[in-house]
């Protein structure tokens, strides 16, 4: 059985909410990627830069795959 569509999971981990929607929209208005925003931003410990790997349709919830 095949795993239908594979998405890449990715996040940006910040403390405040404010810290959260200025990322948000110095990406949306093209001044930063998202990985740029997330190696430079992020405080994920895990060294990931934001990376959370690649998970199956059937793994993500459904308001999360229309997230992306």
């Known amino acids: 059985r095949g795993l239908g569509d594979v998405y890449k999971r990715q996040h940006i981990l910040v403390q405040k909410q404010s810290e959260a929607l200025r990322i948000s929209e110095e990406i949306h ?3 930063i990627t998202f990985n740029e ?5 992020s405080e994920d410990k895990a060294g990931a830069h934001g990376l959370l790997g690649w998970k199956s349709q059937h793994e993500v919830s459904p308001h999360q795959v229309d997230s992306y």
């Open 29 to 31: 208005n093209g001044k």
């Open 37 to 41: 925003a997330a190696f430079k931003f």
